[in-house]
């Protein structure tokens, strides 16, 4: 059990870390660009989502580190399909196809990152059908974009005063050293993990859940800031519910990203068939803490409680709509 100073020096390490100062940086790219969250396509959820037809369009793209592409370049190419897959995902989407744009010093050192991402798309199913090649830059530089298809959407906007918050994460992996990835995935059957991708879709067609996010980069506390920010609601975390691998420390799980991470916001009726999807696949899952209304992001312990995000003090990624928050369909 955390004191009351630990956890408020917890809450201070977590708001100065990396993966949150990281999101923090879309704040000025979104208002150079003039995005919001009051556009006809919002910004702030994993995926472009656009309108066509009886469902949605679904776009999105990851760039990777250029340290995180030299020291594991094969890993790096898994996560350029992988990471995409799971952001189609989170929208309650199934993928469609792949590309890529890479950059390299001859094409030895391409050949690498070019095998870890055929072997993520044929393991997931998701086929690459172009992209960009330079094999005459001075360094290794990646990037994916990908499509897919919503037929009922789960977005970053939709969150709600009452709901739980409920974290679903594939523990059956370990660290990817020396970075925060926790590897779940590339010795899993492909059909475990198609199966697992094809939870999020069914959660949003059957209307179980509306809001969801990936737990990205930012690590749970991040992601949970996102997605606060973006549907205006306060969140409180209990950090003694959240699913953890044995042996490891909890400060570098809550800044941990995993293979298979999820959070999502369900209303208490629902949250014993939620977590019933995810936990039928061997995959943890738990309600975590709850959506209040308020503009804060907190972390509790018990009966000691601490702030890592304050949104009325500042913008994280600075997509969150600029009017009062307001029902919106996702039928």
């Given at each position: 059990?955390?004191?009351?100073?630990?956890?408020?020096?917890?809450?201070?390490?977590?708001?100065?870390?990396?993966?949150?100062?990281?999101?923090?940086?879309?704040?000025?790219?979104?208002?150079?660009?003039?995005?919001?969250?009051?556009?006809?396509?919002?910004?702030?959820?994993?995926?472009?989502?656009?309108?066509?037809?009886?469902?949605?369009?679904?776009?999105?793209?990851?760039?990777?580190?250029?340290?995180?592409?030299?020291?594991?370049?094969?890993?790096?190419?898994?996560?350029?399909?992988?990471?995409?897959?799971?952001?189609?995902?989170?929208?309650?989407?199934?993928?469609?196809?792949?590309?890529?744009?890479?950059?390299?010093?001859?094409?030895?050192?391409?050949?690498?990152?070019?095998?870890?991402?055929?072997?993520?798309?044929?393991?997931?199913?998701v086929p690459v059908i172009?992209?960009?090649?330079?094999?005459?830059?001075?360094?290794?530089?990646?990037?994916?974009?990908?499509?897919?298809?919503?037929?009922?959407?789960?977005?970053?906007?939709?969150?709600?005063?009452?709901?739980?918050?409920?974290?679903?994460?594939?523990?059956?992996?370990?660290?990817?050293?020396?970075?925060?990835?926790?590897?779940?995935?590339?010795?899993?059957?492909?059909?475990?993990?198609?199966?697992?991708?094809?939870?999020?879709?069914?959660?949003?067609?059957?209307?179980?859940?509306?809001?969801?996010?990936?737990?990205?980069?930012?690590?749970?506390?991040?992601?949970a800031a996102m997605l606060?920010?973006?549907?205006?609601?306060?969140?409180?975390?209990?950090?003694?519910?959240?699913?953890?691998?044995?042996?490891?420390?909890?400060?570098?799980?809550?800044?941990?990203?995993?293979?298979?991470?999820?959070?999502?916001?369900?209303?208490?009726?629902?949250?014993?068939?939620?977590?019933?999807?995810?936990?039928?696949?061997?995959?943890?899952?738990?309600?975590?803490?709850?959506?209040?209304?308020?503009?804060?992001?907190?972390?509790?312990?018990?009966?000691d409680r601490a702030t890592?995000?304050?949104?009325?003090?500042?913008?994280?990624?600075?997509?969150?709509?600029?009017?009062?928050?307001?029902?919106?369909?996702?039928?």
């Amino acid at each position: 059990m955390l004191s009351g100073v630990a956890i408020d020096q917890l809450a201070e390490r977590l708001r100065k870390s990396r993966g949150i100062a990281a999101k923090a940086d879309i704040a000025a790219v979104a208002a150079a660009l003039e995005l919001s969250g009051d556009q006809a396509i919002p910004v702030g959820d994993d995926c472009a989502a656009i309108a066509d037809g009886d469902g949605y369009l679904l776009f999105a793209i990851e760039g990777f580190m250029n340290e995180f592409v030299a020291a594991d370049p094969w890993f790096a190419g898994w996560c350029g399909a992988m990471v995409n897959i799971s952001d189609v995902a989170a929208m309650g989407g199934r993928p469609t196809a792949i590309v890529n744009a890479i950059w390299s010093d001859g094409a030895d050192n391409a050949a690498p990152i070019l095998a870890g991402l055929k072997a993520a798309a044929k393991a997931f199913g998701v086929p690459v059908i172009g992209g960009h090649t330079n094999v005459r830059s001075t360094q290794s530089q990646f990037a994916v974009a990908i499509l897919g298809r919503a037929r009922r959407l789960l977005t970053s906007f939709d969150a709600r005063r009452g709901d739980k918050l409920v974290a679903a994460i594939d523990l059956r992996g370990r660290y990817r050293e020396p970075f925060a990835n926790w590897e779940a995935a590339t010795d899993a059957p492909p059909e475990r993990l198609r199966g697992d991708i094809a939870i999020l879709p069914s959660l949003a067609e059957s209307g179980l859940v509306c809001a969801a996010k990936d737990i990205s980069q930012g690590g749970i506390v991040g992601t949970a800031a996102m997605l606060a920010e973006c549907s205006q609601v306060a969140l409180a975390l209990d950090l003694d519910a959240i699913p953890i691998p044995d042996g490891v420390p909890l400060e570098r799980w809550l800044q941990t990203f995993p293979s298979f991470g999820y959070l999502l916001s369900v209303k208490p009726e629902h949250i014993d068939e939620a977590l019933a999807r995810f936990r039928q696949r061997g995959i943890a899952a738990a309600s975590v803490g709850d959506v209040m209304a308020g503009t804060t992001v907190d972390i509790r312990a018990g009966s000691d409680r601490a702030t890592v995000w304050d949104f009325a003090r500042q913008p994280l990624i600075g997509c969150g709509p600029s009017r009062p928050p307001v029902q919106r369909s996702v039928a």
